[in-house]
C-alpha cells in the first residue's frame, strides 16, 4: 500500500488568504517527498470554499512539480464537462514534461449543481460530456493528426503539442463515488479507480465490481485501486480532538453548502438518488467518521487499527491512499507533525501489504 496527500481547500478566504494558502500546501509537499509519501493529488472545484481555492490541479501540480523531484502528481480530478479536450490535452501534456513524465491523469464527472449551472451546462449532459471528452483527451495524446466528430467538441486534422513525455499517454485514473456503472467502466477500459471511502459492504462491493470488469476484459494484473481519507496523526486521544475535530466538522459543512442544490429539488437522470445525498452528509461528523474508520484522526495505534479494520475484507486490497492533511484551517505546522508521525509510526506497518 502506497501513500500520498491531497489538497482538497475548505476554509474562509477572510481566515486564511490565497497566497498564504498556496505557500503552505508548498511546505507540505517538499515534507512529503523528504518523508517517502509517493504522489501529491489536487481537485478541481470551483466559486465556493469547497474546492475553490484549487480551479486548476493542473497549474497547482505543476507548483508542485518545482517543489518535489520524485513524487508522482495525480489530478484528483480535472473536469472534462468543464473544459475544452485540446486545451485540456495541451496543458496535461505541458505538466508531464515538467514533471519530467510524473503525471497520472484522474477524470470525474463533476457533481455539484451550482457548478454545471453557473458554467450553463445541464446536469442530464454530464455523462455524455465526461466521456467524448476524456476519450478526445486521450486520441490527442496518444496519436498525431487526429480528428473526432463529437457532439459537444469537434476537431480535423489535429496535432496536439506538445506531446506527452509518458507514451501513449499518462496512466489515467476515473474518480467515483457510488454509481456502479462507472467502476464498471473504469475496470473493463483498463484505468485506476479514485474512490470516496465508505463503510462496510458498500465499498466491497464497489471495488469487488471493479475488479471483476478489469479480469473480464483481459487486463493484466487486477486494476488500481485509490482511496482518499482526512488524516491527523496526533499524540493522545486528547490532543487529538483538540486539534482536529472542529476543522473536520467545518471541512464537512463546506461540502453540505456547496452541494445544497441535491436538497432544493435538482434531480438528473445521470445523478439517480444524489437528491438524498444531504442526507446522508448530515448524519456524519467527526466522531461518526472516526467511529466508522473513514476519519483517519488518532493516535498512530488508533489509525493502524482503523486501517486494518476497513480495508480487511476489500476485494484485493488498497493499492494507494491519499491522504487530506491541511484539512479546512488545521495549521500547517499541525499538519507537518501529523505527516511526520504518521510516515514514522504507521507507514511501515502497511507497506507491502
Excluded at 131 to 141: D, H, I
Excluded at 238 to 246: D, F, R
Excluded at 268 to 291: I, Q, T, V, W
Aim: with cysteine; charged share 20%.
Amino acid at each position: 500500500m502506497e501513500f500520498g496527500i491531497n489538497f482538497f481547500p475548505t476554509h474562509d478566504p477572510h481566515v486564511i488568504e490565497v497566497a498564504r494558502y498556496y505557500r503552505e500546501c508548498m511546505v507540505l509537499v517538499e515534507l512529503c517527498e523528504a518523508l517517502g509519501y509517493r504522489h501529491v493529488r489536487s481537485v478541481e472545484h470551483y466559486f465556493e470554499p469547497y474546492g475553490g481555492h484549487l480551479p486548476s490541479p493542473i497549474v497547482f501540480l505543476t507548483a508542485a512539480a518545482c517543489h518535489a523531484a520524485t513524487v508522482r502528481l495525480v489530478t484528483g480530478a480535472v473536469l472534462p464537462v468543464f473544459n475544452h479536450p485540446l486545451k485540456l490535452a495541451g496543458e496535461l501534456a505541458m505538466l508531464d514534461g515538467f514533471s519530467d513524465g510524473r503525471l497520472e491523469v484522474g477524470f470525474a464527472r463533476a457533481f455539484l449543481p451550482h457548478e454545471f449551472e453557473r458554467f450553463g451546462i445541464p446536469l442530464d449532459e454530464s455523462r455524455a460530456r465526461f466521456e467524448e471528452g476524456m476519450a478526445q483527451v486521450a486520441l490527442l495524446l496518444s496519436d498525431e493528426n487526429v480528428s473526432s466528430e463529437g457532439r459537444f467538441h469537434r476537431f480535423r486534422n489535429v496535432t496536439s503539442l506538445p506531446r506527452p513525455t509518458q507514451r501513449p499517454h499518462p496512466p489515467f485514473w476515473i474518480a467515483a463515488f457510488s454509481t456502479k456503472e462507472s467502476f464498471e467502466a473504469a475496470g473493463r477500459n483498463g484505468h485506476g479507480i479514485m474512490a470516496i471511502p465508505s463503510a462496510g459492504p458498500v465499498m466491497r462491493e464497489l471495488i469487488g465490481t471493479y475488479r471483476e470488469a478489469w479480469r473480464s476484459a483481459g487486463h493484466p494484473g487486477q486494476g488500481r485501486v485509490m482511496l482518499t481519507h482526512n488524516l491527523y496523526c496526533g499524540e493522545a486521544e486528547s490532543e487529538v480532538v483538540e486539534t482536529a475535530k472542529l476543522p473536520f466538522n467545518c471541512h464537512l459543512q463546506a461540502l453540505i453548502a456547496a452541494a445544497r442544490g441535491w436538497g432544493e429539488g435538482v434531480t438528473s437522470k445521470d445523478y439517480p438518488g444524489y437528491e438524498r445525498m444531504l442526507e446522508g452528509l448530515r448524519r456524519n461528523d467527526f466522531d461518526a467518521m472516526r467511529a466508522k474508520g473513514l476519519a483517519w484522526c488518532g493516535t498512530p495505534a488508533q489509525i493502524g487499527d482503523m486501517i486494518a479494520t476497513a480495508y480487511r475484507d476489500i476485494p484485493g486490497g488498497v493499492d494507494s491512499v491519499s491522504l487530506q492533511v491541511n484539512f479546512h484551517d488545521l495549521p500547517v505546522e499541525k499538519a507537518a507533525a501529523s505527516m511526520r508521525r504518521f510516515a514514522e509510526q504507521v507507514m511501515p506497518l502497511f507497506r507491502g501489504n
